[in-house]
């Protein structure tokens, strides 16, 4: 699976849009592009996934550059409540099972 | 509908001895993977399982560490003879399909936090 670069971390104000990008200049043609989030102590949730068209659905927004070398995760209107690690995650569309978590980014919504 | 389910949630454990956890998948899941988080770390991959079948044990490490999906029941992560580096949050997840094909996502539990003392 290909790697993912994302900023450590990223604040964003209450009830503004959140933008948070992800770098995956190795993605193959048949690799997707997954989301998911972790706040504090429990499992990771999942968000949207995508592979070269924009995706949305009720959580948030997926924008993938036409060269899908990168992606945003937008959070049209943050909460408290989105305060949290997000994991951008590129996977192979096969069999295989795993995901490969990086580092994240640590989004902090502030009132 | 209810979600992955992981127990115990908190799990105390003196040095040598062993360690279960364990995850029972959503309804109808048949897929079922496990995943390490150190403090302050991501999530590692550790193992994959099909119904009474290891797919992929990549994330396994090669000595204390076993994991079962039987037929019937939950999937098991046993630790045998842990240390104080076992502890950490282990998370397991859940797909009706292969993760890796769109749209089968990872449905993941609460986690159980093993603290080796």
């Known amino acids: 699976d290909a790697k993912t670069t994302q900023p450590p971390s990223m604040d964003c104000a209450e009830g503004r849009a959140a933008n948070l990008p992800c770098n995956h200049s190795t993605i193959s043609g048949n690799e997707y592009v997954y989301w998911y989030r972790q706040i504090h102590s429990q499992g990771p949730q999942y968000i949207i996934h995508?592979?070269?068209n924009n995706e949305t659905n009720e959580m948030a927004s997926l924008i993938i550059t036409e060269d899908r070398k990168s992606s945003t995760l937008i959070l049209p209107h943050a909460t408290l409540r989105d305060t949290a690690v997000y994991y951008c995650i590129v996977r192979i569309n096969t069999n295989a099972g795993k995901s490969t978590f990086g580092d994240g980014t640590t989004l902090t919504v502030k009132p | 509908n209810a979600g992955v389910m992981q127990n115990p949630r908190h799990l105390v454990r003196r040095r040598g001895q062993e360690a279960r956890l364990r995850c029972s998948p959503m309804?109808?899941?048949?897929?079922v993977y496990w995943y390490r988080q150190l403090p302050e770390e991501g999530l590692k991959f550790m193992v994959y399982l099909q119904k009474e079948n290891i797919i992929d044990e990549s994330g396994m490490p090669k000595e204390r560490f076993s994991a079962e999906f039987p037929k019937e029941g939950p999937s098991i992560l046993r630790i045998q003879q842990v240390v104080r580096g076992d502890s950490a949050a282990y998370f397991c997840?859940?797909?009706?399909?292969?993760?890796?094909?769109?749209?089968?996502?990872?449905?993941f539990g609460p986690g159980t936090r093993l603290t080796v003392l």
């Open positions: 309804k109808g899941h048949s897929h």
């Open positions: 995508g592979l070269k």
């Open positions: 997840a859940s797909s009706p399909a292969p993760a890796g094909l769109s749209g089968n996502e990872q449905f």
